[in-house]
């Protein structure tokens, strides 16, 4: 069964439109790690932000804000005034203490801003 | 740039060969870690090694085996290759032993094209 679910495949804006990517995650463990990774066209992967299971505030950096909400397994990643070097694929992980901390990675969302 | 270091960067070979990929971890990161990213399979975890132990394993090949030595370098050898193997694979290295949620710092990565 899958872990991680970024449900949408693609998403594309306009410079300056803010954008929100969702991730849902599964469970049973109740110490786990949650991660943003970000891919560019070049290819590389990119660490955003993790987050362990006891910490549900929201963060913001920059113009990323990252809201957990564990009442519905989520992990929703906001980019504000989206810029055309935001455009990549992002992908939502899953480290659990009972899988030997193991990263298990979405599907990804890529996001295309337009200028 | 992330500070872990892969090569070749590009592997072009045929099937049934035998190709070694290298990986260096950040100064100071004792785990180094191996994932395949391919178009059907996404990200994928395949092993990790924490300080020249064998420590996890994921959705790895009979015909896959990886080592990482002394000084900490790995390498992936991936052997009688078959076209599915074609694929991104990189390795990524965190301070910790992945007992804990580590953030996970990634190379660049490897292409191989198995023609």
């Known amino acids: 069964a899958q872990k991680v679910t970024q449900a949408q495949t693609e998403i594309s804006v306009v410079e300056k439109e803010d954008v929100t990517l969702d991730c849902v995650y599964e469970?049973?463990?109740?110490?786990?790690?949650l991660f943003w990774y970000k891919q560019p066209p070049s290819g590389e992967l990119v660490f955003l932000i993790r987050?362990?299971?006891?910490?549900?505030q929201n963060e913001i950096s920059g113009r990323y804000s990252w809201n957990f909400q564990k009442s519905t397994s989520s992990f929703n990643f906001t980019i504000t005034a989206s810029q055309v070097v935001d455009s990549a694929v992002y992908f939502c992980?899953?480290?659990?203490?009972?899988?030997?901390?193991?990263?298990?990675f979405g599907a990804g969302t890529t996001v295309t801003v337009r200028a | 740039d992330s500070g872990v270091t892969q090569t070749p960067k590009h592997l072009i070979t045929a099937t049934g060969q035998r190709v070694t990929l290298r990986c260096s971890p950040r100064?100071?990161?004792?785990?180094v870690y191996w994932y395949q990213q391919s178009l059907d399979q996404g990200l994928q975890f395949l092993i990790q090694?924490?300080?020249?132990?064998?420590?996890a394993k994921g959705n790895i090949l009979e015909r896959f085996s990886a080592q990482q030595f002394p000084d900490l370098h790995s390498e992936l050898n991936l052997s009688s290759l078959e076209l599915g193997d074609s694929a991104l694979y990189f390795c990524?290295?965190?301070?910790?032993?992945?007992?804990?949620?580590?953030?996970?710092?990634f190379g660049p990565g490897t292409r191989l094209t198995v023609l």
């Open positions: 990524a290295s965190s301070v910790g032993g992945g007992t804990s949620g580590n953030e996970q710092f």
């Open positions: 987050r362990n299971s006891f910490d549900e």
């Open positions: 992980a899953l480290s659990e203490v009972n899988n030997d901390y193991k990263l298990s």
């Open positions: 090694y924490y300080n020249g132990e064998e420590r």
């Open positions: 469970t049973r463990d109740t110490t786990y790690y």
């Open positions: 100064s100071g990161d004792l785990s």
